[in-house]
């Protein structure tokens, strides 16, 4: 079966990094997509990886590693309005995304 | 430009009735799809749309159904709704299907009930 692993929830310091995991095990992988989700409202995109390594994007990263079927999310000087959802997704070998649970993200003064 | 948009907002429904929830965009994407979330359970995909006239099956299709008649509007009918069915319900488009940088762009939700 297709599985994406992420954990369920994490806490982090205003001003700290933070990494948040993603394991999968998809028939095909044509992409890792994440997303952030503030509560009530809709899933926003954030990055892309389709090649290994590593995608910077601001204050955000994201690293993928296709043999370890491992990606990362990384968060730097964090800001109380990141207190939110992160969501993996995988394309599969359909092209359709597969989506994990979503970690929530606490953020503390 | 409003992007996409889902209505209603949220609905309580009694078992046994009929629904439709309406999904639009104005961004001219040729594809579009339904997922459910449902709490601690990632986004579930229940239908989907390549191009207009066309639809196909997800993860989770059993008592919806979809129709694209035009490019814009991408309507989920659930024939006779279950209170299994409540959830919350995300349309979303994308420019094209398939392969590389082709972010998906969600709606609002709508939050349904069946009683």
């Known amino acids: 079966g297709q599985n994406i692993d992420q954990p369920t929830e994490m806490t982090a310091t205003e001003g700290a990094i933070v990494q948040i995991n993603c394991t999968y095990q998809?028939?095909?992988?044509?992409?890792l997509f994440w997303y952030q989700q503030h509560a009530g409202e809709a899933p926003t995109f954030l990055s892309y990886?389709?090649l290994d390594g590593l995608e910077e994007k601001g204050r955000f990263s994201s690293f993928l590693s296709r043999s370890k079927g491992y990606s990362y999310l990384l968060l730097k000087e964090l800001q109380m309005k990141d207190s939110a959802s992160y969501l993996c997704?995988?394309?599969?070998?359909?092209?359709?995304?597969?989506w994990g649970a979503g970690t929530k993200l606490i953020i503390k003064p | 430009i409003a992007g996409i948009t889902q209505a209603p907002t949220s609905q309580i429904l009694a078992a046994g009735r009929r629904m439709t929830l309406r999904c639009t965009q104005d961004?001219?994407?040729?594809?579009m799809y339904w997922y459910r979330q449902d709490l601690g359970l990632g986004l579930r995909l229940i239908h989907y749309?390549?191009?207009?006239?066309?639809?196909g099956k997800g993860e989770v299709p059993d008592g919806y159904s979809v129709s694209r008649a035009n490019t814009d509007d991408f309507p989920l009918t659930l024939a006779s709704a279950v209170p299994s069915q409540t959830s919350v319900y995300f349309c979303?488009?994308?420019?094209?299907?398939?392969?590389?940088?082709?972010?998906?762009?969600f709606g609002p939700g709508t939050r349904l009930t069946v009683l």
């Open positions: 979303a488009s994308s420019e094209h299907p398939g392969q590389g940088y082709n972010e998906q762009f």
């Open positions: 961004m001219r994407h040729n594809a």
């Open positions: 749309s390549n191009t207009a006239g066309t639809t």
């Open positions: 998809t028939s095909g992988f044509n992409g």
């Open positions: 990886n389709v």
């Open positions: 997704a995988v394309r599969d070998s359909n092209y359709q995304l597969i």
